[in-house]
Nanobody, 124 residues
Framework: QVQLVESGGGLVQPGGSLRLSCAAS????????IGWFRQAPGKEREGVSC????????YNADSVKGRFTTSRDNAKNTVYLQMNSLKPEDTAVYYC?????????????????WGQGTQVTVSS
């Protein structure tokens, strides 16, 4: 059974950091591009970051460039999203999802399997 499970969300003050994890089971995660998306209340789901399969190239939305980094640990079948210098506007539910490839401005419909999401709240 294909499953993705996100973890690592929580409440953090502005300027703080969090590391989200996306653990896969039932398939080998390195064979897929993995996208990170987020959805704030009343807003559409938007792409945040993506890591390609095999070569590990990463793509980040302009809003998070220089602050967020995606990496993968194939031995643990897990992808990470390191989030630094967090801002209140980063508050959202964060999801990981499998895709065939990464590209700028990727849309959610391009990704197949999704995790349940993890809440990130940035507030003082």
């Amino acid at each position: 059974q294909v499953q993705l499970v996100e973890s690592g969300g929580g409440l953090v003050q502005p300027g703080g950091s969090l590391r989200l994890s996306c653990a896969a089971s039932g398939f080998t995660l390195e064979h897929y591009a993995i996208g990170w998306f987020r959805q704030a209340p009343g807003k559409e789901r938007e792409g945040v970051s993506c890591i390609s399969s095999y070569d590990g190239n990463t793509y980040n939305a302009d809003s998070v460039k220089g602050r967020f980094t995606t990496s993968r640990d194939n031995a643990k079948n897990t992808v990470y999203l390191q989030m630094n210098s967090l801002k209140p506007e980063d508050t959202a539910v964060y999801y990981c999802a499998t895709g065939d490839f990464c590209r700028p401005d990727a849309r959610p419909y391009e990704f197949e399997y999704w995790g349940q999401g993890t809440q990130v709240t940035v507030s003082s």
